[in-house]
């Protein structure tokens, strides 16, 4: 109303005099309500100057600060040297690799579909080492798959099987690098993280690149987690989609740390069902000695370990009785889904 008023005031007389008469005309409450309005309006317009003056000048927003993961791990320095935790769990591989050498064993192998409806297909064989040295699978019952999607062979299997399980003894801790990445506890096992990467790739071999972890006490590899790289690019066409392979070990009389299960996820692209996730699964039980079991030399005790409170028998090697062989998990148990590695008693 104030605007109006003035509004009349500055176009001249008969514009007020309009405007007087269009008051003239309204009612008396109408005047009231007016009047309330453009007195609320006024003490609105007053209370907003009012806290402009008080409250001065407005301060600066707060410094924003990204705070950056590093790609490099940082941890603190180990409580042994990092060099010395190397040198003694190669040590420890050459060790395990020999007795791992002396054993027949039974392998599951299975790779499932991970969707509704999927299948598996199974294959069960025995894991042996020839006179010559080199280690053969051989199928014991006819694989049974029941797979939605995919399909796979006995040569997929053999291709499965061939993977390198000791690939950082001694001799080939030197190809080689080494990043400490902290500690992890593992279980009831504390573990040293170390990433691992090839200084150089072969086109002779298959070379390792992922994580490991090693006991703090026993100072030998318990769990794997990477893939295997070679200077030669994996076959176009290739049934086999598994490239991140998970190893994980058992502790055998206290001594050995031995490979017994491996799985891998990974996704392959199916016209039927798009992507589709399948995993691998590797379970190794039912060891026994070989007939011509090489004796092993004593496992080396880790630096300024103190022994558990109830002793452990001498490292020596194995014997041919069956009460001396090291005895898994039992066979007849349902494979774990994610099993983690642990001392057995």
């Given at each position: ?14 514009a ?96 499932e ?6 299948g ?28 939605k ?21 001694s ?60 200077e ?77 409170a ?9 014997q ?26």
């Amino acid at each position: 109303m104030c605007y109006f008023l003035l509004a009349a005031c500055a176009a001249g007389p008969n514009a007020y005099g309009a405007f007087r008469i269009l008051v003239s005309k309204m009612s008396r409450i109408t005047k009231r309500v007016l009047f309330l309005v453009v007195l609320c309006c006024l003490c609105a317009l007053y209370l907003t100057r009012a806290q402009e003056v008080n409250q001065g000048p407005m301060p600066p927003p707060p410094k924003y600060e990204a705070k950056r993961i590093p790609s490099v791990p940082h941890p603190g320095p180990p409580p042994i040297p990092e060099q010395e935790i190397i040198q003694k769990f190669a040590a420890n591989e050459d060790i395990a690799k020999k007795v791992y050498e002396n054993y027949t064993f039974l392998q599951t192998i299975r790779i499932e579909e991970l969707s509704n409806p999927g299948g598996k297909f199974t294959v069960l064989g025995e894991s042996y080492l020839h006179p010559d040295g080199q280690r053969f699978f051989r199928v014991l019952k006819p694989a049974q798959s029941d797979l939605k999607f995919t399909s796979y062979t006995l040569e997929d299997v053999q291709a499965i099987v061939s993977h390198p399980l000791f690939f950082l003894t001694s001799d080939e801790i030197a190809n080689y690098n080494f990043l400490y990445a902290g500690q992890f506890k593992l279980d009831e096992l504390n573990t040293y993280v170390f990433q691992v990467k090839p200084k150089m790739l072969s086109r002779n071999h298959l070379l390792f690149q992922g994580v490991i972890y090693v006991d703090d006490h026993d100072l030998a590899v318990v769990e794997t987690y990477g893939k295997f790289v070679s200077e030669i690019p994996p076959e176009e066409g290739s049934k086999l989609p598994f490239t991140m392979f998970d190893i994980f070990r058992e502790n055998f009389q206290e001594k050995y740390w031995l490979p017994t299960y491996i799985s891998s996820d990974d996704y392959v692209t199916s016209k039927d069902s798009g992507d589709l996730h399948i995993r691998l699964v590797v379970h190794s039980t039912d060891f026994k000695l070989n007939s011509a079991a090489q004796p092993v030399p004593a496992a080396s005790n880790p630096p300024g370990a103190q022994p558990p409170a109830q002793t452990a028998p001498p490292a020596t090697a194995p014997q041919a009785e069956p009460s001396t062989a090291p005895q898994p998990p039992s066979s007849s148990s349902p494979l774990p889904d994610q099993p983690q590695p642990h001392r057995t008693n």
